[in-house]
């Protein structure tokens, strides 16, 4: 041990210096024992101030050595400083690691202190809120979003639930915020941006709602033939004929939209696409024949161009696809107009077209076309027996074929509908 070699050392010290007085005299003895004594002193003091000047920066690579003591109390403070050191290290890469997995974060996460200013925020916060990672550092989180639906949320202290934000950005963004006190006086702010959930919510609502509208006439109309045929057995055969035609043209109209439903509910189940060669001319020709029949000659069907291209592709799904276009373009074009069919290489694509002279579009609703149920005038479409989804039938097949496509009309002039697929699934 260090304390006992400094023990017998200054006890050494003290045999000299009485050795000394015994031999040379008691003040040669004094004498020597004081510059002993100033020597030591002067010895501490050095190593009091070495060790002073290596705590203002007690790097490792230069800590001071000393003798008996002081060595063994160099030794302990370097093996504290470098625990010490030890500890900061994985402390650092603890905190550097909690840092990099927030920057990953999908989710948006702000710590606020205990007057909510912004000490730290992640990549997706600044994404969600619109802040700036650096300039909005110390900045009161309600000055920088000022919606008052926040302002109440933090000023009642009631975090249990979250906080469902819709912020007015170029796109309407829908965000939920909820806040985790985890200090004594700071709070950790987390938000997910759930724009697409609430959009597939709203889709959800709007679809049972339309599917339950739909259903509704052609069951009244049903129920109140059949209650009316109840209270009078004795109907005459003519009025009889008229209620059954009407109950069947009814039950057609309830038949085609649960036949569209399935339809629609097989293409966004995600099965994978049996794909074959289509022979589209072949198919133009049949497509030609069924507008005839729904027409019942009422218009001139026509087809403009045929390329001898044949497509790569599920010939049940486009042949359902190209005939709702059809089928739309008789039911909106008045008596008389002409429907024309036409499929041709654009720019190096294949192109199906189908193209009238009907009552034409307004440029408002072009883009909600593809929507189910959307429909420009309700009225007319149930008139022209239409289920509201044959569009949203056409764009899921598209989408499955990887094409896309492009409808211009204008008001009282017609519409033309083309969809282009991608050059690799032609055939020549």
Request: proline share 4%; aromatic share 8%.
């Amino acid at each position: 041990m260090y304390w006992l070699s400094s023990l017998f050392f200054y006890l050494a010290l003290c045999v000299v210096a009485l050795f000394v007085g015994a031999v040379a005299g008691v003040e040669a003895g004094l004498l020597l024992a004081l510059v002993t004594i100033s020597a030591v002193l002067v010895y501490h003091l050095i190593n009091l101030a070495r060790l002073n000047f290596w705590l203002q920066a007690p790097a490792l690579d230069s800590a001071p050595r000393g003798f008996l003591l002081w060595r063994e109390a160099f030794d302990r403070i370097y093996e504290l400083v470098r625990n010490q050191q030890k500890r900061k290290n994985q402390l650092s890469a603890t905190l550097d690691r909690f840092q990099r997995a927030g920057e990953a974060m999908p989710d948006g996460m702000v710590i606020l202190d205990e007057h909510d200013r912004i000490e730290w925020c992640n990549p997706a916060a600044a994404r969600h809120l619109g802040l700036n990672r650096q300039a909005d550092i110390s900045q009161q989180l309600t000055n920088l979003i000022r919606t008052p639906a926040l302002r109440e949320y933090l000023r009642e202290q009631d975090f249990s639930q979250p906080l469902v934000l819709r912020m007015p950005r170029p796109q309407e963004q829908v965000l939920t915020i909820q806040l985790v006190p985890f200090d004594s006086n700071r709070k950790l702010l987390l938000s997910r941006d759930i724009t697409q959930l609430d959009r597939v919510q709203t889709v959800h609502r709007d679809f049972v709602a339309n599917v339950s509208h739909e259903l509704r006439t052609p069951l009244t109309v049903v129920g109140g033939f059949i209650e009316t045929m109840l209270d009078m057995p004795d109907i005459d055969p003519e009025t009889r004929e008229q209620h059954l035609k009407l109950m069947f043209e009814q039950t057609g109209r309830m038949q085609r939209l649960v036949d569209d439903l399935l339809a629609l509910s097989r293409l966004e189940s995600g099965q994978q696409l049996k794909e074959e060669e289509v022979n589209v001319p072949q198919m133009l020709q049949i497509l030609q024949t069924e507008a005839e029949g729904l027409s019942q000659g009422r218009h001139r069907i026509v087809i403009d161009a045929v390329a001898p291209l044949r497509l790569i592709g599920n010939n049940d799904e486009l042949h359902s696809a190209f005939g709702n276009l059809v089928s739309n373009a008789i039911r909106y074009t008045p008596q008389g107009g002409t429907i024309g069919l036409r499929w041709e290489m654009r720019a190096d694509q294949p192109v199906f077209t189908v193209h009238d002279t009907g009552i034409g579009i307004a440029p408002e609703h072009i883009p909600r076309l593809t929507e189910r149920f959307y429909r420009i005038d309700r009225g007319r479409s149930r008139a022209t027996g239409g289920t509201g989804l044959g569009l949203a039938i056409v764009k899921h097949v598209l989408q499955r074929h990887q094409a896309r496509l492009v409808v211009q009309s204008r008001l009282g002039e017609g519409s033309e509908f083309a969809v282009y697929f991608p050059a690799e699934r032609a055939l020549t």
